[in-house]
């Protein structure tokens, strides 16, 4: 029942933990991936940072306020687009460990913390997000693998390349549709469902995203502070709305289908695609 499997591939793993016990108290591997993406994402912006003339330790303040403005944010995010539940359940609004975080919510609650930072030290907003988002997505793409150990934020049935074969019993119930059912399969008298690995997309665009990010950075091809980090936000948007799209667990806009992590996808991209041509434009006609 612990399995995970990716069959298209050859890879079958027989036991893979949602959690583990030390001295007696549980630990949840979503929360160890979280750290590590955190950690991960400070270590590029450090080096980043390094590399361009900033100050290091500016960065380090910042994650620390980012890590609690990100974990607010993420509670937040999720329960408002879930009020209908969490309006019965009040109690359960701080039950951090009950599940229930969103990743636009931490991300909105980082960029907080950079406006928060910079404006009290008197530092370059812009030059400062354009290093902060490397590892702000440094983070996406460890922290996405939280969702691999506890068998959520999939998608639809598929027996595509990277398809995830996935025990029935091992996910939440509302998560499932009929199409999985349809295709379900039963080994060993154990039902068994397959699904698009939406966390596997994400965290590979991610890289992809975050690799040219750190090219052009180091490159000096950057025309102005604030380029890197509209760039992160049209190609985070546009892989996000794509992967959004497959999702089973999407939080909907209230009293709509629309789901709102998409809607802000395509938002995020749009806007960002507009501003990356007008500074361009802007830096083009400078030059001339």
């Known amino acids: 029942m612990m399995s995970i499997a990716f ?6 793993l027989s036991y893979v933990p949602k959690s583990f016990t030390v001295f007696g108290y549980e630990i949840a ?39 609690v403005l990100g974990l607010l944010g993420a509670r937040t995010y999720y329960v408002a687009f879930s009020w209908d539940y ?15 975080m969103a990743l636009y919510g931490s991300l909105i609650g980082a960029i ?9 030290k008197k530092l370059r907003i812009r030059l400062v997000l354009d290093t902060a988002c490397l590892g702000m997505i440094t983070g996406q793409i460890i922290g996405r693998w939280g969702n691999f150990f506890n068998r959520e934020a999939f998608g639809d049935y598929t027996d595509g390349l990277l398809a995830m074969r996935l ?3 091992a996910v939440r ?24 690995p939406t966390f596997l997309y994400e965290s590979l665009w991610n890289l992809c995203v975050l690799i040219l990010l750190i090219i052009v950075t180091l490159k000096g091809w950057k ?8 760039g992160y936000l049209f190609w985070y948007g546009i892989g996000r709305f794509w ?40 830096s083009g006609k400078k030059r001339q």
């Open 112 to 120: 907080l913390a950079v406006l928060i930072y910079c404006t009290l």
């Open 7 to 12: 069959p298209n591939i050859g890879i079958y």
């Open 86 to 100: 969490y309006s019965a359940h009040l109690s359960e609004i701080f039950n951090f460990r009950g599940g229930g």
């Open 243 to 282: 992967i959004e799209g497959l999702r089973t667990d999407q939080l909907k806009l209230w009293g709509t289908q629309i789901a709102v992590s998409q809607l802000l996808s395509a938002a995020l991209a749009a806007g960002s695609g507009i501003l990356l041509v007008w500074v361009h434009v802007r």
């Open 173 to 196: 119930s509302w998560e499932v549709t009929q199409k999985m059912l349809d295709h379900q399969q039963v080994i060993g008298g154990i039902p068994y469902i397959q699904v698009h």
């Open 29 to 67: 591997l979503y929360g160890i991936t979280m750290a590590l993406g955190i950690l991960g994402g400070l270590f590029v912006a450090l080096r980043i940072a390094k590399k361009t003339g900033q100050n290091p330790d500016d960065y380090t303040n910042i994650a620390l306020l980012g890590v």
């Open 167 to 169: 025990p029935l019993d």
């Open 223 to 230: 025309r102005v502070d604030g380029e890197i980090f509209l």
